[in-house]
């Protein structure tokens, strides 16, 4: 496998590629789900971010992990039309389809950032589908976005900037130079 | 105790959920629409009614007569008062069905007890409708529903007598009964909509109509059943003799059914205990996030600097928490500095979801313990480990 060795070490990592996802809290229940450190107890490679609700999450968050080293992002709700704030799945759903709309434009593969819906009881289907996702992450090549350094690549995510809105600019801000190699 | 028992509902609920979502996916599951059927049924209620209102004669003798009338010889008269009989029983269903859809799921908690409280006097109007509508008929079970009302209302201490007048116009059967019966049927039904309005205040965007295949279902079925058990009145009432049965509709005369074998008094006391529990049922468990195992992020602040007045916030919030007033001065940002709103937070409403957040593109909303910055250094972490 003489192209291994061309791939950043993030994809092809022994314990299979980072995933980080964001866990709503009346969604599945995490009990015996999750370590300690957040990690989950079946998929050591995946972080789980207990947040209060799926809709919280904003759109910039997945791409921030993405950025920093994640391999693949996903945010579990509950079942769509099930939400415990009425709407919380429902926004956050759209808000991923948008998101991965603009990030395949910048040449990122779109199957990296998912949306999981499980109600509270659901935690089995729950593993399933993000072993799934994992697995499906496991199968990309390089790492989420392109490098930076090289001048050809860099100009894809500026051009896109403006479209992303000066606050969601900020938010990446700082956050990619240093880090694409972990 | 209790905390448990609603735990087990809650699993029960939610296994019901699976067990539909097998047949119907999620955005079709009837479950999820109650409200929206009940919303649906209550218009059909409204429409038919007001077809019936127009045949309907208010007087001992010509109210059995008209509504006979109606029945028999009115073209689609006798599908009208069948849609009207059966969608009333659709509405008690679904009505009970959102009820304990939203207690057994906790939708009662945090800043929702006014849709939850609104929704028991929605309730209680609902059963007073409905039983005074069985008594505009004026048959033989309607004879009995007044006569057995009114005996229970005038036993009531103190108040009793005064009760019985305010509902029948005094005591035997007056010539005011039916009119103020009339009354009694269309004036609740229009407070029905004075409470839904209090019921949709602190909701964006409520689900006010089923989808469409479920609002056909719905209509098909009470119109199948028109067809297939049609409504007929019983024997008219005759005043010098007192009714011996009384036909049963279970969803709304169980009372009456009841009456057998309690007095009437213990009844009413019960109807108060179980209407008084209904509303405390929101404060029963005053639990705090931390006491529910959950992180106490606290209620959404916006950034005034950042605020672009752009309204995202403002469509997504669930629970109507946000509104926008003009701003009496630019922001800080580039974005924020031609804005003419901005976005303020009404505390009492917020239920601390943050779904604000997750809308606000401009970083201008915050959770104050659930921070951006908190969540980019988890992420990090999580990256890095």
Redesign the interface.
Known sequence: MPELADRPPSAAGRRGP?I?GFLC?WAVASQGLVRD???MRDLPNV?L?????S???????LE??LR???DGVFVCGC????C?????NN??GD?VEQLRRRLERQKVNPERIGAL?Y????GAAFVDAVRAFSDRVAGMPGPAFPPRKPAPAAAGPASAAPR?????Q??QAG?PAG?EG? | MYKRLLAGLLAATLRVDTLVARVYPDDFNPLYYTGGLANLFLTVLVLSGIFLFLYYTPSFDQAYTSVQFLTLDVPYGQIIRGIHRYSADGFMIVVLLHLFRNWFTERFRFSRDEPWISGMMLLTLTGFIGVTGYMLVWDQRSEALVAMTANAAAQVPLVGGWLRHALFGGTGLTDLLLPRLLFLHIGPAVGLYVFLWWHYTRIRHPKVWPPAVWTLFALGFVVLLTGLIPVTSQAPAVVSQRPQTLAIDWLFLTPYWAMRFLPPLVLIALAVVLIGYGLYIPYQLPETRSELGLKDSGVAQVIDANCTGCELCYYDCPYNAIVMVPSPNPGVTKAAQARKLRAVILESRCVECGICVGACPFEALELPRLLQKDIHEKVLSACQS
């Open positions: 980072k980080v809290d450190d957040g990690t972080t971010i207990k947040i209060p609700c809709g919280f999450t904003r759109p910039a968050w921030f992990a920093n080293g994640a079942p769509l039309g099930d415990f704030n009425r709407y919380g926004l956050i808000r819906f109600g509270k009881h659901a992303t809105g000066p606050a969601a900020d938010g956050a880090r972990t």
